[in-house]
């Protein structure tokens, strides 16, 4: 069966970075693409962007480009998410997902990244 | 970039009653539209794609309809396992995504 099992909660101070892995299993990897999604407190869904698994092309979300980086290791088919000079709005669940045909068909559990001071 | 309003922001109903979700894209997505339900604590769950298809083992009292820039999701007869937030969410030929801000559905 799929799934996608992300890393553990994250505290981070402002200015620092986090990153955050996806490993995804019961499919075949590069065959999909994994989109980004978070969620701030109480707050509804924001698309991050997308990686393509089988080339690595990437789309950002038009507010994040500069300060976020997606990446995938085909080799443990793995996927990462790295946001840099965290602010205490970047508190959130971030959440990644399976990218079929437009879909977001399978999520990860969501993994809490807290920026505090 | 393509907006998403739905409405309403929630709404309250009793069990058995039909309930109705409007979602409405900036410009014409064609169908590129699909429908998630997310409950407290827990991830989006994929319920309708391309605007009325029905995913894989989601039961048929969900059903969704629209095209170009209005679209409607509608539970036919509410659960209390349905009380969830419902979003919309579009996405283009570059996989760019955007989702409605969502719609809190509550048993009254």
């Known amino acids: 069966q799929v799934q996608l099992v992300q890393s553990g909660a994250e505290v981070k101070k402002p200015g620092a970075s986090v990153k955050v892995s996806c490993k995804a299993s019961?499919?075949?990897?590069?065959?999909?693409?994994i989109s980004w999604v978070r969620q701030a407190p109480g707050q509804g869904l924001e698309w991050m962007g997308w990686?393509?698994?089988?080339?690595?092309?990437?789309n950002y979300a038009q507010k994040l480009q500069g300060r976020v980086t997606m990446t995938t290791d085909t080799s443990t088919s793995t996927a990462y998410m790295e946001l840099r000079s965290l602010r205490s709005d970047d508190t959130a669940v971030y959440y990644c997902?399976?990218?079929?045909?437009?879909?977001?068909?399978?999520w990860g559990q969501g993994t809490l990244v807290t920026v505090s001071s | 970039d393509i907006q998403m309003t739905q409405s309403p922001s929630s709404l309250s109903a009793s069990v058995g009653d039909r309930v109705t979700i409007t979602c409405q894209a900036s410009q014409d997505i064609s169908n590129y539209l699909n429908w998630y339900q997310q409950k407290p604590g827990k991830a989006p769950k994929l319920l309708i794609y391309?605007?009325?298809n029905l995913e894989t083992g989601v039961p048929s009292r969900f059903s969704g309809s629209g095209s170009g820039t209005d679209f409607t999701f509608t539970i036919s007869s509410l659960q209390p396992e349905d009380i969830a937030t419902y979003y919309c969410q579009q996405y283009d030929n570059l996989l760019i995504f955007t989702f409605g801000p969502g719609t809190k559905v509550d048993i009254k």
């Open positions: 019961g499919y075949t990897f590069t065959s999909y693409g």
């Open positions: 997902a399976r990218v079929g045909h437009g879909t977001c068909d399978y």
């Open positions: 990686i393509s698994a089988y080339n690595g092309n990437t």
């Open positions: 391309d605007a009325s």
